[in-house]
């Protein structure tokens, strides 16, 4: 049984060629080589049923559990994620 929903899913994605890719079918011929699972994603966008947008790098979530980032960078990601407060680092006792 198929679930009915009310607009397409919004999968965000990092990578414009892919976009571009899904979106534009004149690039099959250049993609042959591409599994099954590509043909999927596009027949879908197609049909309505997914929605790719760009999503900036920079604002990933998970980048704070797989990337090395600066350190402000870092502090705005935990405070995004609501994480820790950061004392300043003169009020570090060692």
């Known amino acids: 049984m198929e679930e009915k929903q009310n607009g397409p ?18 690039h099959h011929t250049r993609t042959k080589h591409i599994e099954i699972k ?3 994603i596009t027949e879908t966008e197609t049909n309505m049923k997914i929605q790719l947008e760009y999503w900036q790098k920079e ?3 998970a980048n704070i559990f797989t990337k ?6 870092f502090e705005l990601l ?3 994620l609501e994480v820790i407060e950061f004392p300043s680092r ?4 060692v």
């Open 9 to 26: 899913t919004i999968i965000n994605c990092d990578n414009k060629s892919t976009i571009v890719m899904i979106k534009n079918s004149v």
């Open 38 to 40: 590509y043909h999927f």
């Open 59 to 61: 604002d990933e979530m």
């Open 68 to 73: 090395a980032l600066s350190r402000p960078r």
């Open 78 to 80: 935990c405070t995004i």
């Open 90 to 93: 003169r009020s570090i006792k």
